[in-house]
C-alpha cells in the first residue's frame, strides 16, 4: 500500500507495538541483492504503563546502534581505490563508518540527536533568538546533515527564511543522478556514494519541501559560472572535497549579502570548518554548527531541549520514514517474525508522491495475517476512499476500558455512559479483567508522547483540563 506519514497515523501502522527488541535492517540495490539485509539499529519498545486514548497514543522505546557486517566481502566491489579492492577488510570498514553517518544524520534531521554545542555557538544563538526575523544561507552540506532542522527547531519563537543557492540545487541534481546510475547494479564498492548521494538529495528536498513557505532559491550571476566544474569521477564523489564548487558557493553568497536590503540579521550556516573560516577571513558572520555524531548510547524517543525550551522527539513511525528516505528499503523485525516494510523507491513514483513523501508499505495484519501489498487487498478504506480509517478496537458491551498485558487491548469509552465518582471508577469486567470506567466527556483529551510540540506547562495543562477521574492515572506524564 502506498501510504504518507499522517495517513500510517491514521490507520494506527506502527502504533501498539508489543514491548520487546526489535531490528531495524535496510536493503539497496546499489550494493546489496535483494535477499541481503543489514542490521542497522536495534529498537527497545517499553510496554504501555497505563493505555489511554488508544488513537493518538505513542509507545516509549530507545534505539541504539547496531550495525551488522556486510554480507559478500569477496565480492567484486567495482569501487573504490585499487588498494580498497584487494583490501575487503579496508573497504568493509570504509561501508561500515559510512552507515553510522548516515544513521547519525537522519536521526539527526528528526530531533532525536543534536549537535555539540560550543560556547561560542550558544553565545550567537542567544544574540539570534533576540531578533525580529533571521535569515538563513545555508551551504549543501547543511541542507540535509541536520544543521537547519536543528536551527528552525532552536529559533521556532523567531521568523527564519532560509535562501540556499542555486549552486547547492544542482548538486543534488548530480546526486540524484549518480543514485539512479547506481540502482540494479549490486556491487559492494558503491555502498558510501550512494548513501552519501541519496541522504543528501532526500534530506534536502525533503526539508525544502516541508519548508517552501519560507524558502527561495537564490540565483547566481552568471560571471560566476567560471567555477562550476565540468561532470568528473571527482566532483560527482561525495567524499571528495570540491574546491571549486566551494568557491561558487562563497561567491554566491557575497552576491546575496550584498544585494539583499533587509534589517533581519543574517547569517551563513555551514558544518565545513575550511568553510567556515574562508567565509570568517572575508568578512562574512557565519554559524558553524558541529556534525551530528552517534555513539554506542542509547538513543531515547524523547529529550528536553535547553535551547529550543521544550522537548522535542518522534514516534517510531517517523523513524522508520526517516530511515526509509535514507537507505532506500528497511524492515522492522523481530526474530523471524516481521512486522513491517517500507520502501521508498518504486516506477512511477509522481512528483506529488515524493513531495508528500509517500512509502509503499506491508504492514503484517494484528490478526497474524501475512502483509499485503499495494493491489493485493491490502489498501485501507482510509487510503482507497480518502476518508478516516476505521478504528480497530471496538469497545465493549458496557463501554469499559480494559487494563490488560496486550498492547492492542485497548477499548475507547462509551460516550452514552453516565457520569461516575472516582470511588467507582475501579471495577472487574469480563474474564475477570480489570476495567477503569471512565465519565461522559463531551471532548476527549489524548494525552500523547506528541511532545515535540508542546512545553512541559502545556502539557500540564491539558492533563487538567482532563476530569477529577484522571488525576490519580496521570502522574506518569510529569
Not at 552507515?99 to 536521526?107: H, N, Q, S, V
Not at 540502482?183 to 541522504?199: D, E, H, T
Not at 529550543?308 to 520514514?321: E, I, S, Y
Request: charge should be neutral.
Amino acid at each position: 500500500m502506498r501510504v504518507t506519514l499522517h495517513q500510517c497515523g491514521q490507520a494506527r501502522h506502527l502504533q501498539g507495538v508489543p514491548a520487546g527488541q526489535y531490528d531495524v535492517e535496510y536493503t539497496d540495490s546499489t550494493h546489496l541483492h535483494p535477499t541481503e539485509w543489514v542490521r542497522l539499529v536495534t529498537l527497545d519498545v517499553r510496554p504501555t504503563a497505563i493505555p489511554l486514548e488508544d488513537n493518538n497514543t505513542e509507545q516509549f522505546y530507545t534505539l541504539t546502534k547496531a550495525i551488522g557486517d556486510l554480507p559478500g566481502k569477496t565480492r567484486a566491489s567495482g569501487g573504490g581505490t585499487a588498494s580498497e579492492k584487494s583490501d575487503p577488510v579496508v573497504e568493509h570498514n570504509r561501508g561500515i563508518r559510512t552507515i553510522e553517518d548516515t544513521l547519525a544524520l537522519a536521526l539527526g534531521r528528526i530531533g532525536l540527536l543534536a549537535p555539540d554545542v560550543s560556547a561560542e555557538l550558544l553565545e550567537q544563538l542567544l544574540r539570534l533568538d533576540e531578533q525580529e526575523g533571521v535569515v538563513i544561507v545555508p551551504d549543501t552540506n547543511a541542507l540535509h546533515n541536520g544543521a537547519v532542522h536543528w536551527l528552525l527547531r532552536v529559533l521556532h519563537r523567531r521568523s527564519v527564511w532560509l535562501m540556499p543557492v542555486v549552486a547547492s540545487m544542482t548538486t543534488i541534481q548530480t546526486r540524484d543522478a549518480t543514485v539512479k546510475g547506481l540502482v540494479n547494479k549490486f556491487k559492494i564498492g558503491n555502498l558510501s556514494q550512494a548513501l552519501r548521494s541519496r541522504g543528501l538529495v532526500n534530506g534536502a528536498l525533503g526539508l525544502l519541501e516541508r519548508n517552501r513557505g519560507r524558502c527561495q532559491v537564490v540565483e547566481i550571476d552568471p560571471s560566476l559560472l567560471r567555477y562550476q566544474k565540468m561532470a568528473s569521477s571527482s566532483g560527482t564523489d561525495p567524499d571528495q572535497g570540491d574546491v571549486l564548487e566551494d568557491r561558487l558557493i562563497i561567491e554566491a553568497i557575497h552576491g546575496v549579502l550584498r544585494s539583499m536590503r533587509s534589517r533581519s540579521a543574517r547569517r551563513v550556516v555551514t558544518s565545513d570548518v575550511q568553510v567556515a573560516r574562508i567565509l570568517a577571513a572575508e568578512g562574512i558572520e557565519v554559524l558553524f554548527v558541529p556534525t551530528i555524531t552517534l555513539t554506542d548510547t542509547a538513543v531515547s524517543c524523547l529529550r528536553y531541549d535547553a535551547l529550543a525550551r521544550g522537548f522535542v522527539g518522534a514516534p517510531l513511525r517517523v523513524v522508520a520514514w526517516e530511515l526509509a528516505h535514507a537507505f532506500g528499503s528497511i524492515r522492522l523485525v523481530q526474530g523471524k517474525t516481521k512486522l513491517a516494510t517500507l520502501e521508498c523507491y518504486w516506477p512511477g513514483k509522481t512528483p506529488a508522491e515524493w513531495a508528500s513523501e509517500t512509502l509503499l508499505c506491508a504492514f503484517a495484519s494484528r490478526d497474524g495475517a501475512p502483509p499485503a501489498l499495494d493491489g493485493e487487498g491490502g489498501t485501507p478504506p482510509a487510503i482507497r476512499t480518502g476518508g478516516d480509517a476505521p478504528p480497530v478496537d471496538r469497545p465493549s458491551a458496557n463501554g469499559d476500558l480494559a487494563i490488560s498485558t496486550g498492547p492492542q487491548d485497548i477499548v475507547a469509552p462509551s460516550t452514552e455512559r453516565e457520569q461516575e465518582t472516582s470511588a467507582e471508577a475501579l471495577a472487574t469486567g469480563p474474564a475477570g479483567k480489570q476495567v477503569i470506567r471512565l465519565p461522559q466527556i463531551k471532548r476527549f483529551v489524548p494525552i500523547t508522547t506528541a511532545i515535540p510540540r508542546a512545553s512541559l506547562p502545556q502539557m500540564l495543562r491539558a492533563r487538567y483540563k482532563i476530569t477529577a477521574s484522571f488525576s490519580g492515572l496521570c502522574g506518569w506524564m510529569v
